[in-house]
Nanobody, 121 residues
Framework: QVQLVESGGGLVQAGGSLRLSCAASGRTFSSYAMGWFRQAPGKERELITA????????YYADSVKGRFTISRDNAKSTLYLLMSSLKVEDTAVYYCASAPWERVTTNPDYWGQGTQVTVSS
């Protein structure tokens, strides 16, 4: 059974940084692309960044480009999201997801349970 477990969320002041982790198990981590999504209160879940199986291809939404960095450690079956220069509008529940590259941005196979990130002004 595939499991994705996020950690690292919390409360941070605007301008600060956080690093989220997503520990994967249940299938060969290095065979799949991974993505980070977020959902703010009253809004739909949105894709913010994705990475292919070996980290050679990445995608960033305009809203986080230049501030967030996605990375992965296939030896540890772990996905990371380094968030810098955080803004109040980054407040959301953050989810990691797993799928083949062609579907990771639209219809992932598996989702984590989410971790709350709150940015205060």
């Amino acid at each position: 059974q595939v499991q994705l477990v996020e950690s690292g969320g919390g409360l941070v002041q605007a301008g600060g940084s956080l690093r989220l982790s997503c520990a994967a198990s249940g299938r060969t981590f290095s065979s799949y692309a991974m993505g980070w999504f977020r959902q703010a209160p009253g809004k739909e879940r949105e894709l913010i960044t994705a990475i292919n199986w070996n980290g050679g291809i990445t995608y960033y939404a305009d809203s986080v480009k230049g501030r967030f960095t996605i990375s992965r450690d296939n030896a540890k079956s772990t996905l990371y999201l380094l968030m810098s220069s955080l803004k109040v509008e980054d407040t959301a529940v953050y989810y990691c997801a797993s799928a083949p590259w062609e579907r990771v941005t639209t219809n992932p196979d598996y989702w984590g349970q989410g971790t709350q990130v709150t940015v205060s002004s």
